[in-house]
C-alpha cells in the first residue's frame, strides 16, 4: 500500500512537470494534444484497474448495467464511468468486458453522444446487444438535436433558449447559435447529436428491434435529465443468438 501510495505521488509529480514545461514550450494547439494524451493514459490506467475489479471480484455477469454513470450511480445496477465514482471503470470504447447473454437491462444518460460516431458507437451498441439476455431491454437517453433546431428560426425567446437559460445549461452563451454549437460540441466533449431517425437506423443495423422513443420514467430518469432528453428504448429479440 505504501509504494503504491509513493508511486502514485511519483507520477502526480511527474505529469505536473511535465504540464508545466508544455505550458512554457509548446503553442496551444500542442498542449491540447499532450492534455489529451496524458488523459487517455489515466483511463488506460483506471481501465486495466476494472477488468482487474471484475476478475477479482466475479463481476462477468451482471443483471442490470448503467453506462456512462458518472456522478448519478443508480441503486441495483452495476454503475460503470471511465473515471473513478462508481462501481468499476472502464473504457466502454474498447466494448464490455461481460458474459453474452447475462444482463436484462443496460442503462445510460447523456453518454452516447459523447463516443465517435459511426463505427465506435455501431460496435458498443453490438455489445450492448451481446450482453443483454434475449428479450432484454437498451434504456438510455441522449441531448434532443430535434428541439433546438426546430427552435431555432423562431428566435431567442423560443422555448429551447429559454430552458438553456433556465436550467443553466450552457455556460457563456448568448445567442442562439451559441448554444447550438455548446449542444452539438459541449466543448469538444460531444462527438455526435442524435435524434430518433438516427438512432434507431443505428441500432436496428447492429440488430436491436422495438426501437422506440419513450417517454421520461422518474423510477429510472434522473431528474435533471426530464427536460432537454431524448429518451429511447429497444429490445434484443427473444430468437437472437
Same mark, same amino acid.
Given at each position: ?37 496524458? /488523459? !487517455?493514459?489515466?483511463?488506460?490506467? =483506471?481501465? #486495466?484497474?476494472?477488468? %482487474?475489479?471484475?476478475? &477479482?471480484?466475479? @463481476?462477468? *455477469? ?82 434532443? /438535436? !430535434?428541439?433546438?433546431?426546430?427552435? =431555432?428560426? #423562431?428566435?431567442?425567446? %423560443?422555448?429551447?433558449? &429559454?430552458?438553456? @437559460?433556465? *436550467? ?74
Amino acid at each position: 500500500m505504501q509504494a503504491t501510495s509513493v508511486t502514485s505521488k511519483i507520477k502526480r509529480k511527474a505529469k505536473a512537470i511535465l504540464l508545466g514545461v508544455g505550458q512554457k514550450c509548446l503553442l496551444p494547439p500542442q498542449m491540447e494534444v499532450l492534455t489529451l494524451l496524458l /488523459t !487517455e493514459l489515466k483511463i488506460s490506467s =483506471y481501465h #486495466h484497474k476494472g477488468i %482487474a475489479r471484475i476478475r &477479482r471480484h466475479g @463481476l462477468l *455477469h451482471p443483471t442490470k448495467l448503467n453506462l456512462g454513470a458518472g456522478a448519478f450511480c443508480k441503486s441495483g445496477f452495476l454503475n460503470v464511468d471511465l473515471f473513478p465514482g462508481g462501481d468499476l471503470t472502464l473504457d466502454l470504447r474498447r466494448g464490455l468486458p461481460f458474459a453474452s447473454n447475462c444482463c436484462e437491462t443496460i442503462f445510460s444518460e447523456h453518454f452516447f453522444e459523447h463516443i465517435e460516431y459511426p463505427k465506435t458507437i455501431s460496435n458498443l451498441f453490438h455489445e450492448c446487444l451481446r450482453v443483454l439476455r434475449p428479450g432484454g431491454l437498451l434504456s438510455f437517453s441522449v441531448p434532443d /438535436t !430535434e428541439w433546438p433546431l426546430i427552435d =431555432y428560426e #423562431h428566435g431567442p425567446e %423560443a422555448p429551447y433558449f &429559454r430552458a438553456c @437559460l433556465e *436550467h443553466h445549461w450552457h455556460p457563456d452563451c448568448t445567442t442562439r447559435i451559441e448554444h447550438i454549437n455548446y449542444h452539438f460540441r459541449q466543448r469538444g466533449q460531444h462527438l455526435f447529436a442524435y435524434d430518433q431517425e438516427t438512432l434507431q437506423k443505428l441500432l436496428e443495423s447492429v440488430g436491436f428491434a422495438n426501437v422506440r422513443k419513450r417517454a421520461y420514467d422518474p423510477e429510472i430518469d434522473s431528474e435533471h435529465r426530464r427536460v432537454g432528453s431524448l429518451f429511447i428504448s429497444a429490445m434484443k429479440p427473444l430468437n437472437h443468438n
